[in-house]
């Protein structure tokens, strides 16, 4: 993937105690939690830091037949996996990785652990997922990877592990993408979706919201790979490699999925580390935030993995991991 120059960043703004207590008020209203969240610093730079441990669940590989095809996927289930169907988080891994990579990289097994989450990390044909809705030399039929995981979902919630009502899809940079690719055209699949440094897709593979959904995205403001202002223009691919989809901002990603669930005017905090934009619930409930990490990269908050040279830095303002659960624990479709 090309690294275009980082564009320059456009704060949120920061008249305080205003906005401050007119997001506080909204919340408390809503009964929602803020944006506010406690600082988790990371462990101990080391071999994966222990992240990419499962604490105390069963992991395994498993294989899917869709398309005529087999597909692959990594699942982690909670130890105590006894107690009926589980809210489950589909983990989409970013271009050029695999499931392993994002699977260390976030840590979200420790944290699906704790809240009793089922958690499947997929396989992208190419190591990278069809994001947007054109076709390519290598990708002819760009809604394999909507049909891939809509068999996977389905499959989890006929064996009695996956509750329908609680399906929730998120993933760093393209597969961030593919996260909000799912809940722009599944509505009624999925009940919340989160991105990581991934934006919605524009231009010839624009993929609009179709319904309200709960939407996080957590946005490096410094990001030199794509950027939080967007990437309307990619340059070209390496000889052979699929081409890089055009992306709207983070901002305007977010405000689609506003828009698509009526959401209410904007709401903007500047918090420790980074900035918080919240669109206060429309008629069906779907709530929208934005988090923009302050001088933070195209990396996950939080992770102790380093990141590729030239991906910027990491922020410990918060943890991804723990921030995108809590916030997709309390919906349901």
């Avoid at 899917?64 to 169907?85: I, K, N, Q």
Wanted: aromatic share 4%; charged share 20%; glycine share 12%.
């Amino acid at each position: 993937m090309t690294s275009p120059s980082p564009s320059p960043r456009s704060p949120v703004s920061r008249r305080a105690p205003y906005r401050a207590a007119l997001a506080l008020a909204l919340a408390l209203a809503a009964g929602l939690t803020g944006c506010a969240a406690k600082p988790q610093p990371p462990t101990a730079p080391g071999p994966a830091a222990g992240r990419s441990a499962s604490p105390a669940g069963v992991d395994s590989r498993e294989r899917l037949t869709v398309d005529g095809g087999t597909r692959e996927y990594l699942m982690h289930r909670p130890a105590a996996d006894g107690g009926g169907p589980r809210p489950l988080l589909v983990a989409f891994h970013g271009r050029g990785a695999d499931a392993g990579h994002l699977r260390r990289q976030s840590g979200l097994d420790r944290a699906a652990e704790a809240r009793g989450m089922l958690l499947v990390y997929p396989e992208a044909v190419g190591k990278a997922w069809g994001a947007g809705t054109a076709p390519s030399a290598q990708r002819p039929d760009p809604d394999a990877d909507v049909r891939f995981t809509e068999a996977l979902v389905a499959e989890l919630v006929r064996s009695g592990r996956a509750d329908p009502h609680r399906v929730y899809v998120a993933g760093f940079s393209n597969g961030g993408s593919m996260a909000l690719r799912m809940a722009a055209q599944r509505p009624d699949l999925v009940a919340g979706a989160v991105s990581v440094s991934g934006e919605l897709p524009t231009g010839a593979a624009a993929v609009k919201p179709s319904g309200a959904v709960p939407v996080l995205i957590v946005y490096g403001a410094e990001d030199p790979v794509r950027p939080a202002a967007g990437l309307p223009s990619p340059g070209p691919a390496a000889p052979g490699e699929e081409p890089v989809t055009a992306t709207m901002s983070a901002r305007a990603s977010a405000e689609a999925f506003a828009a698509a669930g009526g959401a209410g005017a904007p709401v903007e905090e500047a918090q420790r580390g980074y900035d918080c934009v919240t669109w206060p619930p429309g008629p069906a409930g779907a709530r929208v935030r934005l988090l923009l990490m302050q001088g933070a990269g195209h990396t996950w908050p939080g992770s102790t993995m380093p990141p590729p040279a030239g991906f910027g830095s990491v922020s410990t303002a918060l943890d991804a991991s723990a921030t995108l659960l809590d916030f997709l624990s309390a919906q349901r479709r």
